[in-house]
């Protein structure tokens, strides 16, 4: 089970961390992936990370801006998000897939998911 929580109401240019907490003792075999879902739009990749979090990607959008992070004793995964803009307004969701040591971009390929949490960022 995974539970996203930290989203709230930004201006732009403000910063915004995502944790993500997970249940159960296999976290570290899992690897994690964040997602986001604006109005109107069909849901994109935003970041994902490895297993042990050494390998870590971005989408165009994001890169330079958001860092996805995880600690594996704590079964976290958190988005640092910074220099939020308007157009990052969105539902985020944490995902987790069992069956790579790596990370995909592709949202199928995510097994579990998170109920999501709303950022949004006013202009």
């Known amino acids: 089970q995974l539970q996203a929580c930290g989203g709230g109401l930004v201006q732009a240019g403000a910063s915004l961390r995502l944790p993500c907490a997970a249940s159960?003792?296999?976290?570290?075999?899992?690897?994690m992936g964040w997602f986001r879902q604006a109005p109107g739009k069909v849901r994109e990749f935003v970041a994902g990370?490895?297993?042990?979090?050494?390998?870590?990607g971005y989408a165009d959008s994001v890169k330079g801006r958001f860092t996805i992070s995880r600690d594996n004793a704590k079964n976290t995964v958190s988005l640092q998000m910074n220099s939020l803009k308007p157009e990052d307004t969105a539902v985020y969701y944490c995902?987790?897939?069992?069956?790579?040591?790596?990370?995909?971009?592709?949202?199928?390929?995510?097994?579990?998911w998170g109920q999501g949490t709303l950022v949004t960022v006013s202009s």
């Open positions: 159960g003792r296999t976290f570290s075999s899992y690897s």
């Open positions: 990370i490895s297993r042990s979090g050494a390998y870590t």
């Open positions: 995902a987790a897939d069992p069956t790579r040591t790596s990370y995909t971009n592709t949202e199928a390929e995510y097994e579990y």
